[in-house]
């Protein structure tokens, strides 16, 4: 049974100024940040997740998809020959596929609560190892990918997944095309990219609606 939503306790992670400097600790929410549980719904999600981005476009050409073969090769009888109905059966030389895959969709989706929890798992590993960095802003003197690669270097972090909200559109723009660094939109965050990155940073306003977003949810799976 998972622990009640009572004992989890609050999270302290660095906290950055906007000058990048390091100010003291932030609490965060335990109930998101502070997860333990079954960690096997970490490869159930990153399973699902990766299922849902495969493109199934395999296919292979049945007979009726290959031109030719409209006319009957011979007649029905008389010929001392197996009855054919058409150059292109499976059976022919040239001829079709049979049972050949097709295209298909991979995607499946598995429950939300789970997903939550795995959700709530992945971030609780980066803040309990000291890889989810706080800051109080994500403001730039100028919104140039430069600024940006400087503001990260700053902070510590050399591969880290940025969840920026809607008033981080600069930043967004700024760091978007960094190689060793992915920029997501608050909406956007996944079990996938927090696992796939060394590094979290995020905004204090960031942390809250992320708490605000999993912890009531997280807490009502905690009790069930």
């Not at 390091?22 to 159930?44: P, Q």
């Amino acid at each position: 049974m998972p622990k009640a939503s009572a004992e989890y306790t609050p999270v302290k992670v660095p906290l950055f100024s906007a000058a990048r400097e390091r100010t003291g600790d932030f609490e965060v929410a335990g109930a998101v940040f502070g997860r333990e549980g079954d960690t096997s719904l970490l490869h159930e999600a990153v399973r699902m997740q990766l299922a849902n981005r495969r493109r199934g476009n395999a296919a292979t050409k049945t007979k009726g998809f290959i031109s030719g073969g409209g006319k009957k090769p011979w007649r029905q009888k008389g010929t001392g020959r197996a009855r054919a109905g058409s150059t292109r059966s499976p059976l022919w030389r040239h001829g079709g596929t049979i049972f050949g895959p097709q295209p298909r969709d991979y995607s499946y989706k598995m429950p939300k609560k789970a997903w939550r929890q795995a959700l709530c798992l992945a971030l609780s590993d980066r803040a309990k190892n000291g890889k989810l960095v706080v800051v109080e802003s994500l403001e730039l003197a100028e919104p140039k990918t430069k600024a940006a690669a400087a503001f990260l270097a700053s902070l510590g972090v050399s591969h880290a997944l940025i969840v920026v909200g809607e008033e981080d559109a600069n930043f967004f723009r700024a760091a978007r095309n960094l190689a060793r660094h992915k920029v997501l939109a608050l909406a956007g965050l996944n079990v996938y990219d927090v696992l796939n990155y060394d590094e979290i940073v995020m905004t204090k306003a960031g942390a809250k609606a992320i708490e605000a977003r999993l912890g009531e949810k997280s807490k009502a799976g905690a009790e069930a």
